[in-house]
């Protein structure tokens, strides 16, 4: 199988890179000055044993690839350019057919909505929970702390099941170093991972303080009580642990970590972020269930106009909107 990995930014070019050192063919596509470095100059890819230059083949589309029956296609972008990748891979031609009709999606991706929007363009999707720090904030950069594993990646079909193909993606993660268990009720565990991320966009905005601190627990509150009330169940703390075990972050010489994908995002003033998919979720479910969530709704609002703004990560005040909650 070759791993054409759609949105080579951290998660992605971690992947991808992990998936190149053990053997397997892989494609990097990207964008912009990204692409460029990549094209020109390789992917530097650190991590707590060494930095190196990977010569990764890269591409900027489906227009620059000739797509073979055999491609996984890897989706890694931010849940915000979902659509767009869609609309772009979905009609490629692959053997006679199209990709929608030919190739497997694996969701390489936090959230839990970009599986349906896949599925209504793609037969076979492939759902994986992403637990992987890594930080892409320069062009052709990546760091990736994760040690002695760069990251735990659990995957499943989408909506539930296990087949040959999910099998053997599994076994190519495993051989590039990944933590990958197979399982089949793989969205229990990425509805897990959602409440986890509720706290991505405090970290943007805010920082790591007492006050930001108190947000996400209050947002993590509101989404187990919209989760419950929709009747979707999670994996409890003690599985996901268990999981993590073998797991750890390390230090990257000559690198500074950086925060989560959300701050990512503002840091490198994209002017969007997938707060919609993250603490919007958890929104969309309180109100189609009747449970209030106030502080991951204003966390989406704010995240959101930060990101339009072009606002630095930390610029904000958790104590401002601590108080303009409790004044509703």
């Known amino acids: 199988m070759r791993y054409v990995i759609i949105g080579a930014g951290a998660v992605g070019a971690t992947i991808g890179a992990s998936l190149h050192e053990a053997g397997r063919d892989v494609v990097l596509v990207a964008r912009g000055e990204h692409l460029r470095v990549l094209r020109e ?8 044993s060494s930095t190196r230059v990977l010569p ?12 073979r029956p055999d491609d996984v296609l890897v989706l890694a972008t931010k849940s915000q350019d979902t659509a767009g990748a869609l609309a772009a891979w979905a009609p490629a031609t692959v053997d006679g057919g199209t990709a929608g009709e030919r190739l497997t999606v694996v969701c390489a991706q936090n959230g839990v909505d970009n599986e349906r929007q896949v599925l209504r363009r793609f037969g076979h999707v492939v759902a994986v929970t992403v637990w992987l720090p890594a930080t892409h904030l320069r062009p052709g950069v990546v760091v ?5 594993a760069p990251g735990v990646l659990t995957l499943g079909r989408y909506p539930s099941g296990v087949d040959a193909t999910v099998e053997l993606i599994g076994t190519d993660l495993a051989a590039g170093g990944f933590v990958a268990p197979v399982r089949d009720d793989v969205m229990r565990w990425k509805y897990a991972k959602l409440l986890g991320n509720l706290g991505n966009a405090a970290d943007a905005l805010f920082g790591r303080d ?20 929709a009747g979707i169940p999670w994996t409890s703390d003690e599985e996901q642990s268990a999981m993590r075990s073998a797991f750890g972050v390390g230090t990257v010489p000559g690198f500074e970590r950086g925060g989560s994908s959300t701050w990512q995002s503002l840091a490198r003033g994209t002017g969007s972020v997938e707060v919609d998919y993250l603490n919007g979720e958890i929104v969309l479910l309180g109100r189609t269930h009747g449970v209030p969530t106030p502080v ?33």
């Open 210 to 229: 007492d006050d930001a601190a108190s947000l996400v627990r209050r947002a993590r509150q509101e989404g187990e009580a919209a989760l419950e009330a």
């Open 296 to 328: 991951n709704a204003a966390l989406q609002a704010r995240a959101a106009v930060a990101a339009a703004a072009g606002a630095a990560p930390g610029s904000g005040r958790a104590a401002e909107l601590l108080a303009a909650l409790a004044a509703q």
């Open 41 to 48: 100059d390789g992917l530097t890819f650190a991590t707590p």
């Open 56 to 67: 990764i083949p890269a591409a900027g589309g489906p227009d620059d690839l000739v797509l």
């Open 144 to 148: 990736a702390p994760g040690d002695p």
